[in-house]
């Protein structure tokens, strides 16, 4: 389980860990909370699903206050007050290296100075020191008697894509999956910005700081902190441990971790084949044991080595002790729990498709027809062909042709009707004040939980941003010419194409890039502009859907670590954020908290930790207005 190649307490704990595993239980700081409810692999029945959801609140409650923003030159990240006196806890690729100013943001808005100490280049983690006296927010850390276990629960806070004054750090929930030296793995989403946020145990103290993430939703690691306290003094006199290797590629060929390479601890394949051509170019012994320090001086490699944090993390090696993935947060094991909380719920949420495409879930609002839903994704609507193209399916499979009855482009929601007298229905719960850690349930067509997860953000607006064509315009004060068409943009499918000149957009004229930007300042991703384009001696229109620039401009798609999202994720009014891990066509369809009731509709897949979702309170205010008058409203 944990330890360092240094023979470090951390690793004597390693059996004594193992022991103990099922037998310690988490010191708990409310004793109503039944505790062995965190040592259960699954939860028994929902009164564990609650008494989880109490945890998740409690420790919210406690952490938010003390998970800062870091500055440091121009890395940004996050970090965790473990001390009154103003130690925090971040991870070292966030401070690079001792000695350097760092800029600290609180969640309240106070902002304050500090200065990094050392680090733990294995485990990812430095220290940095507020300047200031305090006493200063903070939380423990876990402590030697309390070794994490593999299963347990955990939370997770941080700052994903960077300090936001406008909200607080999102909280989330997972499970330890599996534990190594110096690096641990959670199903606890984590995202960029987020490098240097705490992990907590259910006892409310700080087991680990995220270090980094893959393409795996699932495979969030974190470096543990009790690597950290055996050399805390040495971190806090600023010292760098462990010493960094004379070359950082002779130490990733360092397999066996002896601080010696010889060709006899390399099977067959890449890495004896490398080591061959070592020997080779350089005139090596093949028999030998060369120490890292005296094979640097001898192929002259003693350069300032480059820090490589954390160690590498083999996902498909799975030890005897890793958490079985149907027991992750959103696994089999778990949601199948969730589904004594949905019974009563069962048909509320519809299947929506377009040419038999599932392109939304939608949820009855009303019994006599009237279904809620995302209108973004519902593609061509305006058009009376798509319109009877437009299907609800319900949970007993039947189909029922659906008419656009509205649209509202501020929470992005579409009112649909159908022929149809005795749906089934369940009141909106009316307050949006959920507290941060509450479970929030998402079903699915068939009235099963599709995914779980937690108020990681209370109801807020939503800042938006304008939605791009996807060109290069050509920098002229006279006209709007194209030099670029982007991969994956909206211009594109419409036919768009370089040296085109933009005129109108509808029809209005515009002559330069400002101008053009002027007119799409106020529309957003997922809307469509038509634009008037000059082609040599043609004229031309097209109509053009808006993307967003992350999806378009960025070299790093958000699919590369995110999955699919929502092309429109952004400008709500008032939505609460959450850590639900689903895809964009299964937004539209309803939410539950954990005691069944309906709380929301679930309208943008975000990002890899953020879904939003609209409060029942706004959703139950407006269906009563568009659906109390006698006479339906047109379609806006």
Not at 38 to 47: D, H, I, N, S, Y
Not at 172 to 194: E, H, Y
Not at 316 to 340: C, H, M, P
Request: hydrophobic content about 35%; proline content about 7%.
């Amino acid at each position: 389980m944990f330890g360092t190649r240094f023979n470090s307490p951390i690793r004597k704990l390693t059996i004594l860990g193992a022991i103990l595993i099922g037998l310690t239980l988490p010191v708990r700081a409310d004793d109503d909370l039944d505790p062995a409810t965190f040592l259960r692999p699954v939860p028994a029945g929902v009164e564990d699903l609650r008494t989880i959801e109490t945890m998740a609140q409690q420790i919210a409650e406690k952490v938010v206050p003390c998970t800062v923003g870091l500055q440091v030159g121009q890395a940004r990240g996050s970090g965790v007050l473990v001390s009154a006196d103003g130690y925090i806890m971040t991870a070292a690729h966030v401070t690079g290296r001792p000695g350097r100013e760092v800029l600290v943001s609180f969640p309240n808005g106070k902002v304050t100075r500090g200065k990094s100490l050392g680090m733990h280049t294995a485990a990812d983690i430095a220290l940095v020191k507020i300047n200031d006296d305090g006493p200063w927010p903070f939380v423990p850390t876990v402590s030697f008697d309390d070794f994490p276990e593999v299963g347990q629960w955990c939370i997770a806070a941080g700052h994903p894509r960077g300090f936001q004054t406008e909200r607080t750090p999102p909280i989330r929930l997972g499970r330890i999956v599996d534990i190594r030296d110096d690096v641990m793995r959670t199903d606890c989403p984590i995202n960029g910005g987020d490098s240097g946020g705490p992990l907590l145990n259910s006892a409310g103290h700080v087991i680990g700081i995220h270090s980094r993430i893959s393409g795996n939703l699932t495979e969030n690691l974190h470096g543990p902190v009790l690597a950290c306290l055996e050399v805390w003094d040495r971190l806090k006199s600023g010292e760098i441990y462990p010493p960094l290797p004379p070359s950082q590629f002779l130490d990733r060929l360092d397999r066996n971790r002896d601080g010696k390479l010889s060709r006899s601890e390399f099977t067959d394949g890449y890495y004896r084949e490398l080591y061959d051509r070592l020997i080779e170019r350089f005139d090596l012994d093949p028999e030998k044991a060369y120490p890292l320090e005296q094979l640097a001086d001898s192929l002259n490699w003693k350069g300032s080595p480059t820090i490589s944090w954390g160690r590498n993390y083999d996902a498909q090696t799975r030890t005897d002790n890793s958490l079985k993935d149907s027991r992750f947060v959103r696994g089999a094991e778990v949601t199948t729990i969730f589904k004594q909380l949905t019974r009563e719920s069962a048909d509320i949420a519809v299947r929506i498709e377009q040419n038999d495409k599932l392109v939304s879930l939608g949820t009855v609002v009303g019994a006599d027809g009237w279904i809620l839903t995302k209108a973004t994704e519902l593609k061509g609507t305006n058009t009376p062909d798509a319109q009877n193209k437009l299907v609800c399916v319900f949970g007993d499979n039947r189909k029922l042709p659906a008419k656009l009855v509205r649209t509202h482009q501020p929470y992005d929601l579409a009112l649909l009707k159908v022929d149809a007298t005795d749906l089934p229905t369940i009141p909106w719960h009316s307050d949006d004040k959920l507290p941060l850690g509450s479970w929030l349930i998402t079903i699915g067509p068939k009235g099963e939980p599709a995914s779980v997860g937690i108020v990681s953000v209370s109801a807020r607006r939503i800042v938006g941003t304008p939605g791009v064509l996807g060109v290069e315009i050509a920098r002229s004060e006279t006209e709007a010419e194209v030099v670029r068409v982007f991969p994956k943009s909206g211009a594109l499918a419409a036919g768009v194409k370089a040296k085109d000149i933009i005129t109108h957009v509808f029809d209005t004229e515009v002559h330069n890039i400002n101008e053009l930007r002027g007119q799409l300042a106020e529309k957003r991703a997922g809307d469509i502009v038509i634009l008037k384009i000059k082609r040599g001696d043609e004229n031309l229109k097209f109509k053009v859907t808006l993307g967003q620039a992350d999806d378009i401009f960025f070299q790093f798609a958000p699919t590369q670590f995110n999955g699919p999202l929502s092309s429109r994720r952004d400008d709500f009014y008032r939505a609460i954020q959450h850590d639900t891990v689903i895809q964009p066509n299964l937004c539209g369809g309803p939410v539950l908290d954990s005691r069944g009731r309906m709380v929301g509709l679930n309208v943008a897949r975000a990002d890899r930790i953020a879904t939003y979702m609209v409060p029942g309170a706004i959703l139950k205010s407006l269906v009563d207005q568009w659906t109390s008058t006698e006479r339906p409203p047109e379609p806006q």
